[in-house]
Protein backbone atom coordinates (compact mmCIF):
# COMPACT_ATOMS: atom_id res chain seq x y z
CA UNK A 1 0.00 0.00 0.00
CA UNK A 2 2.88 2.38 0.68
CA UNK A 3 4.47 1.27 -2.56
CA UNK A 4 1.15 2.62 -4.24
CA UNK A 5 0.72 5.79 -2.25
CA UNK A 6 4.65 6.68 -3.44
CA UNK A 7 4.13 5.91 -6.91
CA UNK A 8 0.90 8.08 -6.59
CA UNK A 9 2.92 11.19 -4.81
CA UNK A 10 5.56 10.73 -7.49
CA UNK A 11 3.07 10.83 -10.60
CA UNK A 12 0.92 14.08 -8.97
CA UNK A 13 4.01 15.58 -8.37
CA UNK A 14 5.79 15.22 -11.85
CA UNK A 15 2.85 14.54 -14.00
CA UNK A 16 -0.06 16.03 -12.89
CA UNK A 17 0.17 18.89 -11.27
CA UNK A 18 2.93 19.95 -13.58
CA UNK A 19 0.82 18.96 -16.58
CA UNK A 20 -2.16 21.07 -14.78
CA UNK A 21 -0.40 24.59 -15.02
CA UNK A 22 0.77 23.87 -18.25
CA UNK A 23 -2.30 23.09 -19.64
CA UNK A 24 -4.20 26.08 -18.15
CA UNK A 25 -1.26 28.30 -19.74
CA UNK A 26 -2.01 27.02 -22.66
CA UNK A 27 -6.01 26.98 -22.76
CA UNK A 28 -5.44 30.94 -21.93
CA UNK A 29 -3.37 31.09 -25.26
CA UNK A 30 -5.48 29.05 -27.17
CA UNK A 31 -8.55 30.63 -26.99
CA UNK A 32 -6.71 34.35 -27.58
CA UNK A 33 -5.68 32.58 -31.12
CA UNK A 34 -9.72 30.83 -31.42
CA UNK A 35 -11.08 34.19 -31.03
CA UNK A 36 -8.80 36.27 -33.45
CA UNK A 37 -9.83 33.06 -35.84
CA UNK A 38 -13.43 32.93 -35.21
CA UNK A 39 -14.09 36.69 -35.21
CA UNK A 40 -11.34 38.25 -37.26
CA UNK A 41 -11.56 34.97 -39.21
CA UNK A 42 -7.31 34.74 -39.88
CA UNK A 43 -4.98 32.68 -37.78
CA UNK A 44 -2.69 35.00 -35.88
CA UNK A 45 1.06 33.57 -35.85
CA UNK A 46 1.77 36.80 -33.41
CA UNK A 47 0.14 35.53 -30.72
CA UNK A 48 3.11 34.24 -28.89
CA UNK A 49 4.71 37.47 -29.09
CA UNK A 50 2.04 39.40 -28.48
CA UNK A 51 2.20 37.11 -24.98
CA UNK A 52 5.62 38.12 -24.49
CA UNK A 53 5.50 41.84 -25.16
CA UNK A 54 2.86 42.15 -22.11
CA UNK A 55 5.01 39.93 -20.17
CA UNK A 56 8.20 42.19 -21.09
CA UNK A 57 5.82 44.69 -19.85
CA UNK A 58 4.65 43.04 -16.44
CA UNK A 59 7.99 42.40 -15.70
CA UNK A 60 9.34 46.09 -15.54
CA UNK A 61 6.83 47.13 -13.85
CA UNK A 62 7.08 44.67 -11.27
CA UNK A 63 10.74 45.65 -11.22
CA UNK A 64 9.87 49.18 -10.57
CA UNK A 65 7.73 47.84 -8.27
CA UNK A 66 10.35 46.01 -6.22
CA UNK A 67 13.08 49.16 -6.03
CA UNK A 68 10.10 50.97 -4.82
CA UNK A 69 9.90 48.40 -1.59
CA UNK A 70 5.99 47.25 -3.14
CA UNK A 71 5.14 43.83 -1.76
CA UNK A 72 2.24 41.55 -2.11
CA UNK A 73 3.67 39.59 0.58
CA UNK A 74 3.66 36.04 -0.11
CA UNK A 75 2.22 36.15 -3.64
CA UNK A 76 3.61 37.70 -6.42
CA UNK A 77 4.41 41.81 -7.04
CA UNK A 78 3.52 40.43 -10.60
CA UNK A 79 -0.08 40.42 -9.98
CA UNK A 80 0.37 44.30 -8.96
CA UNK A 81 2.36 45.17 -12.39
CA UNK A 82 -0.25 43.00 -14.34
CA UNK A 83 -2.82 45.46 -15.41
CA UNK A 84 -0.10 47.98 -16.67
CA UNK A 85 1.21 44.99 -18.36
CA UNK A 86 -2.61 44.26 -20.24
CA UNK A 87 -3.03 48.02 -20.96
CA UNK A 88 0.12 48.06 -22.67
CA UNK A 89 -0.43 45.27 -24.45
CA UNK A 90 -4.29 46.66 -25.82
CA UNK A 91 -2.30 49.41 -27.01
CA UNK A 92 0.06 47.26 -28.85
CA UNK A 93 -2.80 45.14 -30.62
CA UNK A 94 -4.96 48.07 -31.21
CA UNK A 95 -1.85 50.07 -32.87
CA UNK A 96 -1.28 47.14 -35.05
CA UNK A 97 -4.77 46.61 -36.13
CA UNK A 98 -5.21 50.26 -36.79
CA UNK A 99 -1.75 50.32 -38.78
CA UNK A 100 -1.88 46.54 -40.64
CA UNK A 101 -4.74 44.73 -40.27
CA UNK A 102 -7.42 46.87 -41.00
CA UNK A 103 -6.57 47.85 -44.32
CA UNK A 104 -6.65 43.93 -45.15
CA UNK A 105 -9.96 43.41 -43.89
CA UNK A 106 -11.50 46.94 -45.53
CA UNK A 107 -10.13 45.23 -48.91
CA UNK A 108 -11.51 41.90 -47.69
CA UNK A 109 -7.62 39.85 -48.13
CA UNK A 110 -8.10 36.08 -47.81
CA UNK A 111 -7.61 34.78 -44.68
CA UNK A 112 -3.99 33.24 -46.10
CA UNK A 113 -2.86 36.87 -46.65
CA UNK A 114 -4.08 38.23 -43.34
CA UNK A 115 -2.13 34.51 -41.60
CA UNK A 116 1.10 35.96 -43.59
CA UNK A 117 1.13 39.29 -42.38
CA UNK A 118 0.96 38.41 -39.07
CA UNK A 119 3.75 36.61 -39.49
CA UNK A 120 5.77 39.51 -40.56
CA UNK A 121 3.66 41.39 -37.60
CA UNK A 122 5.45 38.30 -35.46
CA UNK A 123 8.91 39.12 -36.06
CA UNK A 124 8.69 42.77 -35.22
CA UNK A 125 7.49 42.45 -32.05
CA UNK A 126 9.76 39.33 -31.48
CA UNK A 127 12.57 41.94 -32.75
CA UNK A 128 11.05 44.58 -30.36
CA UNK A 129 10.69 42.56 -27.27
CA UNK A 130 14.69 41.68 -27.45
CA UNK A 131 15.07 44.79 -28.17
CA UNK A 132 13.27 46.10 -25.10
CA UNK A 133 14.28 43.40 -22.30
CA UNK A 134 17.34 41.74 -23.88
CA UNK A 135 17.17 37.67 -25.31
CA UNK A 136 18.71 36.69 -21.55
CA UNK A 137 16.41 34.54 -18.82
CA UNK A 138 14.41 36.83 -17.25
CA UNK A 139 12.98 36.35 -13.40
CA UNK A 140 9.89 37.97 -11.79
CA UNK A 141 12.13 37.42 -8.37
CA UNK A 142 9.67 37.47 -5.86
CA UNK A 143 7.21 35.30 -4.47
CA UNK A 144 6.55 32.30 -1.83
CA UNK A 145 8.05 29.38 -3.58
CA UNK A 146 6.16 26.20 -2.59
CA UNK A 147 2.82 25.76 -1.00
CA UNK A 148 3.85 22.72 0.34
CA UNK A 149 7.38 21.37 0.23
CA UNK A 150 8.32 17.92 -0.38
CA UNK A 151 10.34 17.80 2.90
CA UNK A 152 6.82 19.06 4.60
CA UNK A 153 5.11 16.64 3.04
CA UNK A 154 7.44 13.74 3.79
CA UNK A 155 7.28 14.65 7.74
CA UNK A 156 3.23 15.28 7.71
CA UNK A 157 2.60 11.95 5.62
CA UNK A 158 6.15 9.62 6.39
CA UNK A 159 6.32 8.59 2.74
CA UNK A 160 9.45 8.32 1.00
CA UNK A 161 7.71 10.46 -1.79
CA UNK A 162 7.50 14.36 -1.48
CA UNK A 163 4.62 16.42 -2.94
CA UNK A 164 6.02 19.76 -4.06
CA UNK A 165 3.36 22.40 -4.91
CA UNK A 166 4.58 25.57 -6.19
CA UNK A 167 2.84 28.85 -5.47
CA UNK A 168 3.02 29.77 -9.68
CA UNK A 169 1.11 26.23 -10.14
CA UNK A 170 -1.34 26.75 -7.68
CA UNK A 171 -1.28 30.96 -8.22
CA UNK A 172 -2.26 29.78 -12.47
CA UNK A 173 -4.85 27.30 -11.45
CA UNK A 174 -7.13 29.73 -10.00
CA UNK A 175 -6.67 32.77 -12.38
CA UNK A 176 -6.75 30.21 -15.09
CA UNK A 177 -10.35 29.38 -13.61
CA UNK A 178 -10.99 33.00 -13.21
CA UNK A 179 -10.34 34.26 -16.61
CA UNK A 180 -12.61 31.51 -18.49
CA UNK A 181 -15.30 32.04 -15.75
CA UNK A 182 -15.44 35.58 -16.77
CA UNK A 183 -14.80 35.20 -20.49
CA UNK A 184 -18.01 32.74 -20.79
CA UNK A 185 -19.68 35.09 -18.82
CA UNK A 186 -18.88 38.01 -20.57
CA UNK A 187 -19.92 36.24 -23.91
CA UNK A 188 -22.93 34.63 -22.96
CA UNK A 189 -24.50 37.51 -20.68
CA UNK A 190 -23.71 40.88 -22.31
CA UNK A 191 -24.58 42.74 -25.16
CA UNK A 192 -21.40 43.25 -26.39
CA UNK A 193 -19.94 39.26 -25.75
CA UNK A 194 -23.36 38.17 -28.05
CA UNK A 195 -22.48 41.22 -31.03
CA UNK A 196 -18.89 39.33 -30.99
CA UNK A 197 -20.69 35.87 -30.94
CA UNK A 198 -23.13 36.98 -33.38
CA UNK A 199 -20.74 38.64 -35.71
CA UNK A 200 -18.65 35.47 -35.83
CA UNK A 201 -21.71 32.93 -36.57
CA UNK A 202 -22.65 35.50 -39.71
CA UNK A 203 -21.11 38.67 -40.47
CA UNK A 204 -23.74 39.82 -43.10
CA UNK A 205 -26.74 38.93 -40.68
CA UNK A 206 -24.97 40.70 -37.71
CA UNK A 207 -24.14 44.12 -39.63
CA UNK A 208 -27.79 44.03 -40.91
CA UNK A 209 -29.02 43.47 -36.86
CA UNK A 210 -27.27 46.23 -36.31
CA UNK A 211 -23.85 45.37 -34.88
CA UNK A 212 -21.06 47.91 -35.24
CA UNK A 213 -17.63 45.43 -36.65
CA UNK A 214 -15.65 48.20 -35.53
CA UNK A 215 -16.23 47.72 -32.29
CA UNK A 216 -16.31 44.11 -32.42
CA UNK A 217 -12.64 44.50 -33.64
CA UNK A 218 -11.56 46.61 -30.96
CA UNK A 219 -13.35 44.43 -27.87
CA UNK A 220 -11.51 41.13 -29.82
CA UNK A 221 -8.30 42.88 -29.44
CA UNK A 222 -8.78 44.20 -25.86
CA UNK A 223 -9.43 40.28 -24.96
CA UNK A 224 -6.79 38.98 -26.75
CA UNK A 225 -4.44 41.32 -25.10
CA UNK A 226 -5.64 40.45 -21.73
CA UNK A 227 -5.65 37.10 -22.58
CA UNK A 228 -2.63 37.12 -24.34
CA UNK A 229 -1.08 39.14 -21.04
CA UNK A 230 -2.03 36.74 -18.57
CA UNK A 231 -0.99 33.46 -20.34
CA UNK A 232 2.21 34.94 -20.54
CA UNK A 233 2.73 36.24 -17.14
CA UNK A 234 1.62 33.04 -15.46
CA UNK A 235 3.79 30.79 -18.11
CA UNK A 236 6.75 33.41 -17.22
CA UNK A 237 6.41 33.15 -13.33
CA UNK A 238 5.61 29.31 -13.32
CA UNK A 239 8.83 28.35 -15.37
CA UNK A 240 10.85 32.11 -16.52
CA UNK A 241 10.96 34.36 -19.05
CA UNK A 242 12.84 34.50 -22.41
CA UNK A 243 11.77 35.79 -25.62
CA UNK A 244 12.52 32.77 -27.92
CA UNK A 245 10.36 30.55 -25.77
CA UNK A 246 7.57 32.35 -26.35
CA UNK A 247 8.20 32.32 -29.88
CA UNK A 248 8.27 28.57 -29.71
CA UNK A 249 5.00 28.07 -27.24
CA UNK A 250 3.27 29.37 -30.46
CA UNK A 251 3.05 25.53 -31.67
CA UNK A 252 1.26 23.76 -28.85
CA UNK A 253 -0.97 26.82 -28.44
CA UNK A 254 -1.88 26.00 -32.08
CA UNK A 255 -1.89 22.96 -31.49
CA UNK A 256 -4.46 23.51 -28.58
CA UNK A 257 -6.75 25.36 -30.49
CA UNK A 258 -7.08 23.07 -33.41
CA UNK A 259 -7.39 19.95 -31.51
CA UNK A 260 -10.26 21.04 -29.33
CA UNK A 261 -11.69 22.79 -32.73
CA UNK A 262 -9.99 25.90 -33.95
CA UNK A 263 -12.69 28.64 -33.49
CA UNK A 264 -14.20 26.67 -30.34
CA UNK A 265 -13.23 28.46 -26.81
CA UNK A 266 -14.51 25.25 -24.53
CA UNK A 267 -12.34 23.31 -27.41
CA UNK A 268 -9.19 25.41 -26.64
CA UNK A 269 -9.45 24.68 -23.23
CA UNK A 270 -9.85 21.20 -23.58
CA UNK A 271 -7.28 21.09 -25.75
CA UNK A 272 -5.13 22.75 -23.58
CA UNK A 273 -4.69 20.29 -21.33
CA UNK A 274 -4.55 17.32 -24.47
CA UNK A 275 -1.67 19.15 -25.37
CA UNK A 276 -0.11 19.68 -22.05
CA UNK A 277 -0.36 15.90 -20.59
CA UNK A 278 0.83 14.47 -23.73
CA UNK A 279 3.81 16.25 -23.71
CA UNK A 280 4.30 16.22 -20.20
CA UNK A 281 3.54 12.26 -20.10
CA UNK A 282 5.65 11.05 -22.84
CA UNK A 283 8.77 12.65 -21.91
CA UNK A 284 8.49 12.03 -18.46
CA UNK A 285 11.18 8.93 -17.11
CA UNK A 286 8.84 6.73 -15.44
CA UNK A 287 11.47 4.77 -13.90
CA UNK A 288 10.37 6.06 -10.20
CA UNK A 289 6.45 5.20 -10.57
CA UNK A 290 7.42 2.04 -12.40
CA UNK A 291 9.77 0.92 -9.22
CA UNK A 292 7.22 1.16 -6.52
CA UNK A 293 4.94 -0.62 -8.70
CA UNK A 294 6.88 -3.18 -10.17
CA UNK A 295 8.12 -6.48 -8.22
CA UNK A 296 11.82 -5.97 -7.12
CA UNK A 297 12.70 -8.38 -10.31
CA UNK A 298 10.87 -6.12 -12.50
CA UNK A 299 11.98 -2.73 -11.93
CA UNK A 300 13.67 -0.88 -14.85
CA UNK A 301 17.06 -0.10 -15.05
CA UNK A 302 16.85 2.34 -17.69
CA UNK A 303 15.02 6.33 -17.49
CA UNK A 304 11.76 4.50 -19.03
CA UNK A 305 11.23 7.87 -20.79
CA UNK A 306 9.63 7.96 -24.36
CA UNK A 307 11.44 11.31 -25.43
CA UNK A 308 13.43 13.67 -24.04
CA UNK A 309 12.21 17.24 -22.69
CA UNK A 310 14.44 18.86 -26.13
CA UNK A 311 11.75 17.01 -28.40
CA UNK A 312 8.33 18.39 -26.07
CA UNK A 313 7.37 20.43 -28.67
CA UNK A 314 7.46 17.38 -31.20
CA UNK A 315 4.75 15.82 -29.35
CA UNK A 316 2.26 19.19 -30.18
CA UNK A 317 3.34 18.68 -33.44
CA UNK A 318 2.66 15.23 -34.11
CA UNK A 319 -0.93 15.62 -32.56
CA UNK A 320 -1.64 18.33 -34.45
CA UNK A 321 -1.12 16.54 -37.87
CA UNK A 322 -3.05 13.19 -36.64
CA UNK A 323 -5.72 15.90 -36.00
CA UNK A 324 -5.24 18.26 -39.21
CA UNK A 325 -5.65 14.52 -41.26
CA UNK A 326 -8.69 12.78 -39.91
CA UNK A 327 -10.72 15.36 -37.83
CA UNK A 328 -10.03 18.56 -39.00
CA UNK A 329 -13.06 20.10 -36.70
CA UNK A 330 -11.59 19.17 -33.73
CA UNK A 331 -13.12 17.57 -30.90
CA UNK A 332 -15.44 20.10 -30.28
CA UNK A 333 -16.16 20.60 -33.67
CA UNK A 334 -14.93 23.95 -34.52
CA UNK A 335 -14.46 25.65 -37.77
CA UNK A 336 -12.60 23.42 -40.34
CA UNK A 337 -9.13 24.31 -40.51
Known amino acids: MTDLLNALVALANFVIIPASAYGAQLALGALGVTLVYGILRFSNFAHGDTMAFGTTITILVTWA ?53 SIGVMFIMNGLVRFIIGPDDQSFADGARFVISAREFKQWSGLDEGLALKST ?54 IVAALATVAGVLYGLDKSFKPF ?36 TVTYAWKKVLGYLLPESLEPSALVQLLSTDYKFAVSFVILLVVLLFRPTGLFRGKSV
Open 65 to 117: LQAAGVSLGPLPTALLALPVGIAACAVMVLVTDRAVYRFYREVRAKPVILMIV
Open 245 to 280: TYFQILLPIFASAIVGGLGSPVGAIAGGFVIAFSEV
Open 169 to 222: QLLTLVTAALVVAVLFWFLNRTRTGKSMRAYSDNEDLALLSGVDPERVVRVTWL
